[in-house]
């Protein structure tokens, strides 16, 4: 349901019950406050190691790509470089 | 309508509690759960399926083949009203069940499988809750509340919910998405008022040819497809395809679907929308990302009967019904047994449907293979028992291979059908087992 949607039907939802997220450590390397930055916000960081190492660069970059164009991520290009560059030396093959 | 996500500050900063950080995946970690006493009690009573007890906890057991990542980020985890189940991602929640789960035909309600692909869960008050049920493909349209739905005609049918991906992370090579082990399945109860009944209270048009579905479940983002799922008339209008309010004799959990999901018995799933807030008959075939682009599976490639016609290109089809499968759920991959005794070994099977026919394991290799014991039949969709005595004869490695049949033919693949996501993964499973 679209978010506008929920806000009408606010009435009818009370608190979510969140799960008892934990703090998910990626490698500290160049780049890290760009991930945490635009991909924290709509997944937990999880995804990244569970989805490790085996992609290569191109399979980073689609990732990477498809948060953008098919999920639309709010990511700026030069953030959306910083990104791939780091997922395909820290997390990838 | 607040946010459920916490503030990035929160994710980085915020200290561990409880149970279930990395100290504690450590003590539980590779256990293998039949060694030690309860395999002894289990090899001595000879039963079928035993169910988990206290004493026998849940454990990670990862299959080996699964990515280092995912086998290194896995925890045992508790959701809110949930048993601890394997986690795989914390937002959006996925979570799977460990097979201990899978010795009897019904999986628990606390202990079901959790799969969400968008994070803004809202929890759902049941008394102010209701389903819209129209669109333009209806002759009308009306609302619907938990109470209107229990004074229908109530049907019960007992279905396995697998998720397409299940055993992705099993796939060589690997493939990117929620890196799946064996648990995200389940087998329940479910019950509540048939889709059909609903849809005759507003009238389908001959015209309409999909009926869609969408949840209370939205995007972090709101340029973030909706998760909304469409279905042909023609399953929509099968008897067993419900609107479900009640799974194992319970309101569903929260994390299930709370207060009603469709259920479409045999087929995957990505169908079975959770926390139902929509249901509309459509004349013209629905095209969000969710059915465009994802859940797809190239065409002829799957020897699959059920066709989604008005979703289908020249190059892939929607996914539909499930792939006959089966698991061994008695040991775990790397379980100690003791030569010269004999050992039950026992597991479930499943399809879309057709229904299970013979359940065979093989202990050569698949030279030769003999026929399982199948349990009770708790009807066409369920999962089926199986059980298989077995005394391995020398130490060493034993391999027990084991594959379903179904009643039109299908069968297991020897051979994994590579497919882009990663979806119906029904390699006839081999369990080493260390004879000691």
């Known amino acids: ?93 | 309508m607040p946010r459920q996500r916490p503030h990035l500050s929160d994710i980085y900063t915020r200290p561990r509690a409880g149970f279930g950080g990395v100290g504690d995946r450590q003590t539980v970690s590779r256990r293998h759960f039949l060694a030690g006493s309860a395999a002894a009690a289990v090899a001595a009573s000879g039963a079928v399926s035993p169910a988990p007890t206290r004493a026998e906890a849940a454990s990670l057991n990862l299959p080996s083949e699964l990515p280092d990542g995912t086998r290194a980020e896995a925890i045992l985890d508790a959701l809110p009203g949930k048993k601890r189940l394997i986690k795989l991602s914390y937002r959006p929640p996925n979570y799977e069940t460990p097979i201990e789960y899978f010795r009897t035909a019904i999986t628990p309600n606390d202990a079901f499988f959790v799969r969400y692909h968008l994070s803004n869960i809202p929890e759902v008050d049941g008394a102010t809750w209701k389903v819209a049920v129209g669109g333009e493909g209806a002759n009308g349209q009306t609302e619907l509340t938990l109470d209107d739905l229990k004074k229908m005609p109530a049907v019960e049918v007992v279905a396995v919910n697998q998720c397409s991906g299940n055993r992705r992370g099993l796939f060589q090579p690997h493939v990117t998405g929620v890196e799946w082990g064996y648990g995200a399945m389940g087998c329940a109860r479910w019950n509540g008022a048939s889709l059909k009944d609903v849809l005759a209270k507003v009238g389908i048009k001959k015209e309409a040819i999909e009926i869609v579905f969408d949840g209370a479940d939205g995007p972090a983002v709101e340029k973030t497809p909706d998760f909304i799922k469409s279905i042909p008339v023609w399953k929509a209008m099968e008897d067993s395809t419900l609107i479900a309010y009640e799974m194992n004799g319970q309101p569903l959990p929260h994390f299930n679907g709370f207060p009603a999901r469709i259920v479409v018995p045999g087929w995957t799933g990505t169908y079975w929308v959770k926390h139902v807030t929509s249901i509309k008959a459509v004349t013209t075939p629905e095209t969000g990302f969710w059915m465009k682009a994802a859940y797809r599976i190239p065409v002829g490639k799957f020897p699959l009967v059920a066709r989604f016609a008005s979703q289908e290109t020249a190059v892939n089809t929607p996914v539909t019904e499930m792939v006959v499968n089966s698991l061994i759920t008695s040991h775990a991959g790397g379980a100690t047994v003791r030569a010269g005794f004999p050992v039950t070994l026992g597991g479930i099977a499943w399809d879309a449907g057709y229904g299970i026919s013979t359940v065979e394991l093989s202990t050569d290799g698949g030279k030769t293979w003999q026929s399982a014991k199948l349990g009770e039949d708790l009807g066409r969709f369920a999962f089926r028992a199986f059980e298989y005595s077995l005394t391995p004869k020398s130490k060493g490695r034993q391999i027990v291979m084991a594959r379903a049949a179904n009643r039109i033919g299908q069968t297991q693949t020897p051979e994994l059908i590579l497919n882009p996501a990663g979806y119906h993964h029904n390699v006839i499973q081999s369990l080493v087992l260390n004879v000691a």
Request: hydrophobic residues 45%.
């Open chain 1, 1 to 93: 349901m679209r978010i506008f949607a929920l806000v009408l039907l606010a009435t009818a939802f009370a608190m979510p019950a969140a799960a008892d997220e934990k703090p998910i450590q990626l490698k500290e390397a160049p780049g890290l406050d760009k991930v945490e930055g635009n991909c924290a916000g709509c997944h937990s960081l999880d995804y990244v190691v569970m989805n490790s190492p085996f992609p290569n660069a191109a399979v980073w970059d689609a990732e990477v790509s498809k948060m953008i164009k098919s999920f639309g991520a709010p990511i700026e290009e030069p953030d959306a470089k910083i990104v791939a560059d780091y997922l395909k030396k820290q997390y990838g093959n």
